[in-house]
């Protein structure tokens, strides 16, 4: 997420070799390039030329490649069977970089870096930090030689020292604004500069073998100061420039974390939504307010972001109480109609129960009898035979209408009983 701007600036690595070279620097540079693509199969993205001293000065393009090349361990043990000593260089890109709050300002910091760098190898050192009208802060920028470490703690949140949590957050840079030391200009460092050689003191070109006696004059803005004068307005409105441009950088950086643990979330408890993915809209440059409307439309657009997850959360939510109230309406409806055809086929029970009780009680209180006096008429005396006879006949024909009168009753209920169960089922279908 580094701009091309800030890879141009990492700092260069320096080799120093021990005894006298006979290859150019192009050619140990495509030496190494060959040797690092064989042993690592990485492509080393990387300039160089000879500087001071014939010390070899490395150059990466970009984070990747410098991240790599910073490594030791990386490295071969003899270019053209030549020893050597490698240089990391003397300040490290802001990212190798955090701040240790909660620091005591009595706190030795190089003591502590010893004590440090036991439990973390990759650490370089520590320094104080100091805030308006220099006064000491209970802070310390530490510096690491690998990315790595750097994020494992700002992922951890805190650094161990001694027995000790002390939290960690991510270093930003100060801000520094640009001059070129040839033409004063803010637009540009000395080594991209095109332009001649002016005068500090009156901002014009002219020998600067005699110290200048003209009035100071800055070549900027042609007040009377020296160029790059914190009181220059040209300094002030780019500083301006930055510290907005490092809000933004700073806004992106939250919102591509947030949008991280956004798409984290989801995966926790999958909803079957379009995720907000990818990079935040880009930012537009140059107006200044449009570039303040965009800042601050960047959280609103997560939060609206957000607030559609949550409405969606709890339409889905009403959806799966609505089914859930639905299936146990549906539950007790069954519950109460089994049953109520459980107590009718109790009362059926019931009825066949007394039919079979009153049969019973017929044929052993009526029939039998009646057979066994029929029988006794039979072989018995023939005194009172007609008298007999007609009490049977009649307590026979009462048994039948009394069957009769019952079946009637019988097939009446059972046609209507038939005839409901008919019309509930038409009315349940
Ligand atoms: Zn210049
Ligand atoms: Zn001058
Ligand atoms: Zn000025």
């Not at 190798?96 to 036991?118: C, D, G, I, R």
């Not at 901002?203 to 200048?212: A, E, F, I, R, W």
């Not at 800055?218 to 907005?244: D, T």
Request: glycine fraction near 2%; aromatic fraction near 8%; charge should be positive.
């Amino acid at each position: 997420m580094t701009s091309s701007a800030q890879e141009r600036d990492l700092p260069p690595l320096s080799l120093k070799f021990k005894d006298e070279l006979k290859s150019n620097d192009r050619q140990l540079i495509n030496e190494l390039i060959t040797w690092w693509k064989k042993q690592h199969n990485k492509d080393l993205n990387i300039t160089g030329r000879f500087g001071y001293n014939k010390c070899l000065l490395l150059f990466a393009n970009d984070v990747d490649t410098f991240d790599d090349i910073i490594q030791k361990s990386h490295w071969p043990k003899k270019i053209q069977q030549l020893d050597y000593e490698i240089k990391l260089p003397r300040v490290f890109p802001p990212s190798y970089s955090l701040v240790v709050q909660q620091f005591p300002k009595n706190w030795n910091e190089l003591e502590t870096a010893e004590e440090l760098k036991e439990r973390y190898p990759s650490l370089i050192k520590l320094t104080r930090m100091y805030g308006r009208n220099n006064t000491k802060l209970n802070s310390v920028r530490v510096d690491f030689h690998t990315l790595q470490q750097v994020q494992v703690l700002l992922q951890d949140k805190v650094i161990n020292i001694s027995q000790m949590k002390l939290p960690v957050k991510t270093y930003y840079q100060p801000i520094r604004v640009k001059k070129c030391m040839k033409c004063f200009s803010h637009d540009h460092n000395t080594n991209y500069c095109t332009n001649q050689q002016l005068c500090i003191r009156c901002g014009q070109q002219h020998s600067l073998t005699n110290n200048c006696q003209n009035e100071i004059r800055c070549a900027n803005c042609k007040q009377k100061h020296f160029a790059g004068h914190p009181f220059c307005p040209i300094v002030q409105q780019k500083r301006k420039q930055l510290v907005e441009q490092q809000k933004i950088n700073r806004s992106k950086l939250l919102i591509n974390t947030s949008n991280l643990q956004y798409q984290y979330d989801q995966a926790d408890f999958p909803v079957p939504v379009p995720i907000f993915t990818g990079a935040p809209p880009s930012l537009p440059s140059g107006n200044y307010s449009a570039v303040l409307n965009r800042q601050s439309q960047l959280p609103q657009q997560l939060a609206s972001q957000e607030k559609q997850t949550t409405k969606r959360n709890e339409y889905l939510e009403q959806i799966l109480l609505s089914t859930m109230s639905n299936l146990e309406s549906r539950i007790s409806t069954s519950i109460s109609s089994l049953s109520s055809q459980i107590s009718e086929i109790e009362t059926k029970i019931d009825r066949y129960n007394d039919q079979l009780n009153t049969l019973e009680h017929d044929v052993y209180e009526i029939l039998i009898p009646a057979i066994q006096s029929i029988t006794e008429i039979i072989t018995t005396s023939r005194q009172g035979k007609k008298e007999q006879l007609t009490n049977i006949t009649k307590s026979i024909i009462k048994m039948r209408q009394n069957r009769e009168q019952k079946i009637n009753h019988i097939s009446r209920n059972t046609n209507a009983e038939l005839s409901q169960s008919i019309f509930s089922n038409v009315d349940e279908s």
